[in-house]
Structures are given as structure tokens and as C-alpha cells.
T-cell receptor, first 116, second 116 residues
Framework: DTEVTQTPKHLVMGMTNKKSLKCEQH?????MYWYKQKAKKPPELMFV???????INESVPSRFSPECPNSSLLNLHLHALQPEDSALYLC???????????????FGEGSWLTVV | AQKITQTQPGMFVQEKEAVTLDCTYD???????LFWYKQPSSGEMIFLIY??????QNATEGRYSLNFQKARKSANLVISASQLGDSAMYFC?????????????FGTGTSLTVIP
């Protein structure tokens, strides 16, 4: 079982709605990530938080707004999304960002988002 | 140039047989880590196995082993005694070291189908 928990598992929202995706990990990891994945494609990095500070923003549109309230939680606030934003959103965490095995990235089960 | 190349979009294997999923990588960093992930249709990205660039021996985890050929820059995943539950998408990934900014890359994935 994954130790990265994401809610909700499925979300359907209209283009004028505001919703949030939530992610929680209790492994003491200091790096947390949001990825977006379209069908049959690899995940695409959206944001990286390191020690609760946003360290990487991969030119993601402002309708996606990340938040890291504390070292265990990561949110992704969604507002005025487009149908093309429909995808699987994966949260992940790692101890750090080095290349050793101790910095393996662990993923949650994902949140399936449909924008109508 | 692609950092991670997976040349097999789809693979089929008979139940109980072994299968090799190919992965080649490209980096100039002497320090890097190689990862394999499994993604069933449910969406969760499951970490399988890790190989470090300085590791002398091939990594093994249960039925998974990584055939690491450093000079060829290949990191093939071998699954022994395939089971129906192994049917999934498999992603090879690489984390570079500090010399190149600890970037993390996914390959395009291989869809494995296990035939009863």
C-alpha cells in the first residue's frame, strides 16, 4: 500500500468551479511533487516543494495553484480549468532530491480529474 | 536527445514466463539513479526497483531484477515467472546527480500484457 494518500480519487468539475486536490504523506519526506499524466503518456512534472517551499514550477498555468501547509501536506487548488486539463494528477514525495536510493520518489494512487 | 528511451510500446508474455523490458539512458553525470515503476490501470505509480550508478551488482527485488550495463547505458527490467497481475504500464526513470541539477526523467513507458 502506498504511504502517499491522495483525495479525492475521482473529481468531476465544471469550468467555473473551484476545487482542491489533497495529498498527505507520513514518511518524513521533505520533497513533495505534483505531476499531471494524460492517458498512455509519462507523468509531467508540475511543481516541486522542498522543505515546504516551492522550488520548481514548470510553467504551469495560474489556474493551478499549489500549497504546502506543512511538511506532510500538499494541496493543488483548481480554478477555471479547461477540458484539456482532464487528466490523472499524481502526488509524490521523496526524502530529498539526490540520486541515491534513499531519495526514491513514492507516488500516491492519483486523483482522476474530469473537467466538463 | 532523449534522457530515457523505452523502445517497446507494447509487450506480450505468457504467464509464468520471464520478460525483459528495455531501457536506455543518456547522461553525462557520473552520479545517477535508475528506477522502474509499474502503473496498473487503476493509476497508482508503484516503485519497483532502484539501481545506483556506482552499484557493482545488479539490483534484485523479488521477481524483479535490473540488468544494468553501464557501458551500454542500459537498465533493462527482467520480470521472472510472470503473473496476470503484472499486466500494467512500466516506466523507466532516471534521477541525475548534483552536477546536472538532480533532474528526474521518465521514459515513455512499455505496456505489458500477460497472457493466461
Amino acid at each position: 500500500d502506498t504511504e502517499v494518500t491522495q483525495t479525492p480519487k475521482h473529481l468531476v468539475m465544471g469550468m467555473t468551479n473551484k476545487k482542491s486536490l489533497k495529498c498527505e504523506q507520513h514518511m518524513g519526506h521533505r520533497a513533495m511533487y505534483w505531476y499531471k499524466q494524460k492517458a498512455k503518456k509519462p507523468p509531467e512534472l508540475m511543481f516541486v516543494y522542498s522543505y515546504e517551499k516551492l522550488s520548481i514550477n514548470e510553467s504551469v498555468p495560474s489556474r493551478f495553484s499549489p500549497e504546502c501547509p506543512n511538511s506532510s501536506l500538499l494541496n493543488l487548488h483548481l480554478h477555471a480549468l479547461q477540458p484539456e486539463d482532464s487528466a490523472l494528477y499524481l502526488c509524490a514525495s521523496s526524502q530529498g532530491q539526490g540520486s541515491s536510493s534513499g531519495n526514491t520518489i513514492y507516488f500516491g494512487e492519483g486523483s482522476w480529474l474530469t473537467v466538463v | 536527445a532523449q534522457k530515457i528511451t523505452q523502445t517497446q510500446p507494447g509487450m506480450f508474455v505468457q504467464e509464468k514466463e520471464a520478460v525483459t523490458l528495455d531501457c536506455t539512458y543518456d547522461t553525462s553525470d557520473p552520479s545517477y539513479g535508475l528506477f522502474w515503476y509499474k502503473q496498473p490501470s487503476s493509476g497508482e505509480m508503484i516503485f519497483l526497483i532502484y539501481q545506483g550508478s556506482y552499484d557493482q551488482q545488479n539490483a534484485t527485488e523479488g521477481r524483479y531484477s535490473l540488468n544494468f550495463q553501464k557501458a551500454r547505458k542500459s537498465a533493462n527490467l527482467v520480470i521472472s515467472a510472470s503473473q496476470l497481475g503484472d499486466s500494467a504500464m512500466y516506466f523507466c526513470a532516471m534521477r541525475e546527480g548534483p552536477n546536472t541539477g538532480n533532474q528526474f526523467y521518465f521514459g515513455t513507458g512499455t505496456s505489458l500484457t500477460v497472457i493466461p
